[in-house]
């Protein structure tokens, strides 16, 4: 079964009438749940059809962020247990529209809405879609940047995109696989790939990366590294907006970039 209040699933005896879930300690009336267990399982079930029918997927992957083992999941499932190490993963999403200052752990989205506070101390989630005030440190696989104002938060993510209109300014390290820049954004970003500044992108701030590209009107202003972890006399690189400058950035590895106005 599986607790009505946090979606926690656990091993009951069929003959028992209440229980306690072991992880929120909340009383569960076994009768009652599973008297309305038939008509919910009915609805997901017409739920997967339609799904199905229109095309969407029904499934999921899901990775446990203790053991990195992965494991296909019902796409409307809440929580799942991993098959590897026994670890119980929560599969909800989370819409922050006010202030809310518990830790999260998902394996789903998390969105922080323009007027919502996130203030806690670790975000752990599949994918973040930023518009309001983060305090703490968001680990996730992607993350979307949409805030506009300076944000006290760290990110540790695969993916970071910053969207067309933001204008975001992180006080804190971003450490990521790869970045795409598509608006404005200032921040100390270390990058195991490939930095992207889109056209309509404006970075600053100090970059370590393989490498970077910026596309024909993006504009990076600050010190880059490539190839480098670790501070060591790098050469400034300023741009603007004024004519095409072709610039070698790398002593140890010689690159060239081109930034065309």
């Known amino acids: 079964m599986e607790c009505p209040h946090c979606g926690t699933p656990q091993m009951e005896p069929a003959s028992a009438k209440s229980t306690y879930c072991r992880k929120c300690s909340r009383h569960i009336d076994l009768e009652k749940t599973q008297a309305s267990g038939p008509p919910e399982a009915s609805r997901n079930f017409f739920i997967k059809k339609i799904e199905a029918l229109l095309g969407h997927e029904t499934?999921?992957?899901?990775?446990?962020?203790?053991?990195?083992?992965?494991?296909?999941?019902?796409?409307?499932?809440?929580?799942?247990?991993?098959?590897?190490?026994?670890?119980?993963?929560?599969?909800?999403?989370?819409?922050?529209?006010?202030?809310?200052?518990?830790?999260?752990?998902?394996?789903?989205?998390?969105?922080v809405t323009p007027k919502g506070e996130l203030n806690c101390q670790k975000v752990i989630c599949s994918e973040a879609i930023i518009e309001g005030q983060i305090h703490g440190s968001v680990i996730c696989d992607t993350v979307r940047m949409k805030y506009k104002g300076m944000l006290f938060c760290s990110i540790e993510a695969q993916q970071l995109i910053v969207e067309k209109g933001a204008d975001a300014e992180l006080s804190r390290t971003v450490k990521v696989a790869s970045a795409q820049i598509n608006g404005r954004f200032s921040a100390r970003i270390m990058a195991e790939g490939v930095v992207t500044v889109g056209k309509t992108g404006w970075l600053e701030g100090t970059v370590y990366a393989k490498s970077i590209n910026i596309e024909q009107g993006g504009v990076f202003q600050g010190e880059l590294f490539i190839g480098q972890k670790e501070m060591s006399q790098p050469d400034l690189l300023t741009m603007d907006n004024g004519g095409s400058k072709i610039i070698e950035l790398s002593k140890r590895r010689p690159k060239t970039y081109r930034q065309a106005g």
Request: aromatic share 4%; charged share 25%; glycine share 8%.
């Open 59 to 111: 499934t999921k992957i899901v990775r446990c962020n203790k053991c990195e083992a992965t494991q296909q999941v019902d796409g409307l499932a809440k929580s799942v247990i991993c098959t590897e190490c026994g670890m119980h993963m929560d599969l909800r999403d989370f819409k922050i529209s006010g202030l809310h200052s518990c830790n999260i752990h998902t394996q789903g989205f998390v969105e």
